[in-house]
Structures are given as structure tokens and as C-alpha cells.
């Protein structure tokens, strides 16, 4: 069973920043892609980071050059590194992963950003 548990949210004031963390378990981290996804009030759910087994990674036009995605392989673990916060960033963020052909989803945390 795959489990994935974020962390890291929280109240920031526009122009702050804020690391989001996802522990994985239950998968071969080697070699799964992993993505942050977010879904803001009355939004759709939306791609904001995707991170690949090799490191390359993409990201959503909206946060280009103030998200960065990485992945640490030894702690399972996959960041979202967040700065320049804008409260348009306001949403709960979800870490995800396709896994044995289907998609795993963590519980979320909150971002919330003040002007």
C-alpha cells in the first residue's frame, strides 16, 4: 500500500516562503515520478510541480521561477520549496504519484497566503 504524508503548510505573509515535504512509503521510490498538485477555493484540482526518477523536473506557469521541486531517494521524501508567495498560492497542496497503474494521493496540507 503506497502512503504518502505531506507536511509544511501554514499561514505565510505574501512574499514569504514555505518548504512543503512528502514522506513516501510503500513503492519503489527509485524509480516513481512524483508531482505536487494543488486546488484552491471553489478551484480544480491543479499540476503545480512534477519531478521524474531521474530529477528532471516541470512545472506550471504560475509558480516558473519560484517553485522548485526536488526529491531526496535516501528519505523517500519529496520537497516543494515555495517562494515569492503570492495569495493566489493559497490552495491545500497534495502530493501524488502514479504507482502500479493507478494514482496515489497524500491527505494535503493547507498553504494559505495574506496580502
Known amino acids: 500500500q503506497v502512503r504518502l504524508v505531506e507536511s509544511g503548510g501554514g499561514l505565510v505573509e505574501a512574499g514569504g516562503s514555505l518548504r512543503l515535504s512528502c514522506v513516501a512509503s510503500?513503492?519503489?521510490?527509485?524509480?516513481?515520478?512524483m508531482a505536487w498538485y494543488r486546488q484552491g477555493p471553489g478551484k480544480e484540482r491543479e499540476l503545480v510541480a512534477y519531478?521524474?526518477?531521474?530529477?528532471?523536473?516541470n512545472y506550471a506557469d504560475s509558480v516558473k521561477g519560484r517553485f522548485t521541486v526536488s526529491r531526496d531517494w535516501p528519505r523517500m521524501t519529496v520537497y516543494l520549496r515555495m517562494n515569492d508567495l503570492k495569495p493566489e498560492d493559497t490552495a491545500v497542496y497534495y502530493c501524488?504519484?502514479?504507482?502500479?497503474?493507478?494514482?496515489?494521493w497524500g491527505q494535503g496540507t493547507q498553504v494559505t497566503v495574506s496580502s
Open positions: 501524488n504519484t502514479q504507482y502500479r497503474g493507478r494514482d496515489w
Open positions: 510503500g513503492l519503489n521510490f527509485k524509480i516513481a515520478a
Open positions: 519531478i521524474a526518477a531521474d530529477g528532471t523536473s
